[in-house]
T-cell receptor, first 108, second 118 residues
Framework: GQQLNQSPQSMFIQEGEDVSMNCTSS?????WLWYKQDPGEGPVLLIA?????ELTSNGRLTAQFGITRKDSFLNISASIPSDVGIYFCAGQIFKLVFGQGTRLTINP | NAGVMQNPRHLVRRRGQEARLRCSPMKGHSHVYWYRQLPEEGLKFMVY????????ESGMPKERFSAEFPKEGPSILRIQQVVRGDSAAYFC????????????????FGPGTRLTVL
């Protein structure tokens, strides 16, 4: 079946640092999405990308939809404690196919 | 506008019992998706339903699992004769439309039901 490879699996950073994570796929997707999941909660949509090459920002978050439609990255600038959580990429063709997640830990 | 509602949030069952998980989509959304998440893993697609129809159940185990989305009322994911391996978080998502991906196809998630099988 379709699979997304998300990296890194975990990150340990200092508060204020920038963060970068990415996803690659063997299949083409028409939409890429990035979600954040806090413990005991459902995924919350951060950014949705609908066109190849699209670069979109949401506050300190920036994400891009790769030109080949097989990859995407998410950057977080100037990290703060509330950024802690697990970040998932997802490709969409009707259903969502998720990456394995990136667990972000921030040292104050 | 209330988000996607799921209940119960936590469900404990003994092996062999039945589990019923409910999902009420966002207002105006007629497409519902169920996903399962095992500990330390990403979400895996199970089934996609539109009112009264199952559109894609390719991710759902062939036995013991069933889903419905009636004309009135919430979507139900039913697991019969639960086993320990069914312990997981089950998430429901909804969208106003469904297609190959576009602004009105975006899926929004509920808080999930955490099923524990003893």
């Amino acid at each position: 079946g379709q699979q997304l490879n998300q990296s890194p699996q975990s990150m340990f950073i200092q508060e204020g640092e920038d963060v970068s994570m990415n996803c690659t796929s063997s299949s083409i997707f028409n939409t890429w999405l990035w979600y954040k999941q806090d413990p005991g909660e459902g995924p919350v949509l951060l950014i949705a990308l609908y066109k190849a090459g699209e670069l979109t920002s949401n506050g300190r978050l920036t994400a891009q939809f790769g030109i080949t439609r097989k990859d995407s990255f998410l950057n977080i600038s100037a990290s703060i404690p509330s950024d802690v959580g697990i970040y998932f990429c997802a490709g969409q063709i009707f259903k969502l196919v998720f990456g394995q997640g990136t667990r972000l830990t921030i040292n104050p | 506008n209330a988000g996607v509602m799921q209940n119960p949030r936590h469900l404990v069952r003994r092996r062999g019992q039945e589990a019923r998980l409910r999902c009420s989509p966002m207002k105006g959304h007629s497409h519902v998706y169920w996903y399962r998440q095992l500990p330390e893993e990403g979400l895996k697609f199970m089934v996609y339903l539109q009112k009264e129809n199952i559109i894609d159940e390719s991710g759902m185990p062939k036995e013991r699992f069933s889903a419905e989305f009636p004309k009135e009322g919430p979507s139900i994911l039913r697991i019969q004769q639960v086993v320990r391996g069914d312990s997981a978080a089950y998430f429901c998502a909804s969208s106003p439309n469904a297609g190959t991906g576009g602004r009105t196809d975006t899926q929004y998630f509920g808080p999930g039901t955490r099923l524990t099988v003893l």
